[in-house]
């Protein structure tokens, strides 16, 4: 089966289970409840004091291993914290562990020139800043990512950036200070080579946050997810990402490890929920009988736990398989964690809710946001439907 974990991970581990206790779940209403209109967008004072002491404790950037600024973890080990700090949904930007910035500092990492490095992924590193990822567009099917439109056209020494992006995760917020745009930068090149990723300041002329989405009526502030316009925005030559026609090659860089984080993340929600289905099946009673004697709720509280086993055992073989032969060679175990995980989540939390009654629907439990947290990440991250074709060829192709 899998290894133990080494002695740096599990320490790191006990410590991360500790700071969740002391400082994360007495402070999580607070931490998540929605701010004052005129504060929507601005850092929360709560937040960042709890990240200076995540900081302190030694629980920062737990998901990097490319320098010294991180924790040198492997994704199988990165695995085990993420459940840890996914059990809350105020928890991965206390350790400075969220997406999008997550994702973005890959990029930076792996693909960034020592200029864009310095401008950018060091700030993101220490948590002075945020950034978002934008490629999702309202006029185009962006399951198929080869229908954006944005368009990225050389002038010079200079790019011109048009487009309109939307689920543009973290745009709103006050402190994210760059977007990586993805548009096409040669619409006569071969299909997958149409496509750069190029950076763009938020404060550049012509960049322009028209609205804050929601998820079933959640907006998340501070973070949030925009709808942003590019309009004639004039960015440097040298702020393109590897090179043009070389978008697609980023964004698989950027989605492996990315999408295995959001799994192990909401089987740490999918765990929670369970447990405090528990608690309230064991405090409530109804027609005289204790809700934890009705067979009804003893069978979702048993088919919760085999779920749960069974999707957080598909993640940790795709960060095993992604540690051993790389993230292109573990593609198909990354989407059937993808698939199964979300749907798994959703099922259990929704089981929790049921267990609740009218309580789980409430802002008074962490449920109703998780249940629209799991719904989002079935169509983020490439939607359900697009895995499942993927892994259909693979099959298939095995009769060949």
Sequence with gaps: MFAELSPHASALRDKLVAFMDEHVYPNEHALLKPPREAEKWSPRPLAMELMRKAKAAGLWNLFYNHGPEGQGLSNWEYSQLCEILGRSLAAPEIFNCNAPDVGNMEILSMYGTDAQKERWLKPLLTGEIRSCFAMTEPRVASSDATNIETDIRRDGDHYVVNGRKW??????????????????????APKHKQQSMILVPMDAPGVTVERALSVYGYEHAPLGHGEVVFDNVRVPAENMLLGEGRGFEVAQGRLGPGRIHHCMRFIGLAERALEIMCERAKSRTAFGSSFAEMGAIRQAIGQSRCDIEQARLVTLKAAWTMDRLGNKAARNEIAVAKIVVPETAGKVIDRAIQVHGGAGLSQDFFLAEAFAETRFLRIGDGPDEVHREALARVELGKLN
């Design 167 to 188: 689920w543009t995760t973290g745009a709103n917020s006050e402190r994210c200070k760059v977007a990586i745009v993805m548009g096409k930068s040669d619409r006569s």
